[in-house]
Structure formats: structure tokens, C-alpha cells
């Protein structure tokens, strides 16, 4: 291809994905969605990574157990309300221990 089509192209997917994501913002700026549909769209990014992250957990390593330990333990801590990094920080040190017995 030549240059200019390669910028033409680039261009043409920017606005493709550019424009369904500014429209709601330009048409509905003003008005106030209900609380529902908000607590529905605060949660789809966590939908979508769990969506993405969980079937990983399976598919770790030959033995479908260590995954298991490492989701429960990220579970656990996550359900008690800590940080983020506390949540990845368990989670390694439950699959370290892991690894170390077997």
C-alpha cells in the first residue's frame, strides 16, 4: 500500500471508533441517566475484565488447581476490602506456596 492510503486508513478507523463513543457524551450530556442504569455501567468494566481474567484461571498451568489457589486466594483478600496490589501480592505468595509443597 502506499503511504497516503496507509494514513487515509488509519484516519478512517480513528473516526469509526472515535465516533460511537463521543456521540452519547454530545447528545446526553445534559440529562441525568436513573441511578440504576449508572450502577449497571459502574460495573461493566469489572464484568468485562472478570470476563476476561476467569477462564485464564483455568488454563494456567497443567494442574487446574493452581489457578484455583491463586483466584481464591485473590478472592479472599479482595473481599475483605484491601488494595489492589494486596489482592496480586496474596495471590503470589498463595501460588509461591503452592509451588513450594508440590
Not at 500500500?1 to 486508513?9: G, K, N, T
Amino acid at each position: 500500500m502506499l503511504r497516503a492510503e496507509i494514513i487515509v486508513l488509519i484516519a478512517m478507523m480513528a473516526m469509526v471508533t472515535y465516533i460511537p463513543r463521543m456521540l452519547p457524551f454530545a447528545l446526553w450530556s445534559s440529562k441525568q441517566l436513573p441511578r440504576f442504569i449508572q450502577g449497571v455501567l459502574g460495573n461493566v468494566p469489572y464484568a468485562a475484565l472478570g470476563a476476561l481474567i476467569f477462564p485464564a484461571v483455568f488454563l494456567m498451568k497443567e494442574d487446574i488447581f493452581y489457578g484455583l489457589v491463586g483466584a481464591i486466594a485473590a478472592f479472599i483478600v479482595a473481599f475483605t476490602g484491601a488494595n489492589v496490589v494486596l489482592v496480586v501480592i496474596a495471590s503470589i505468595a498463595a501460588l509461591s506456596a503452592y509451588s513450594y509443597i508440590l
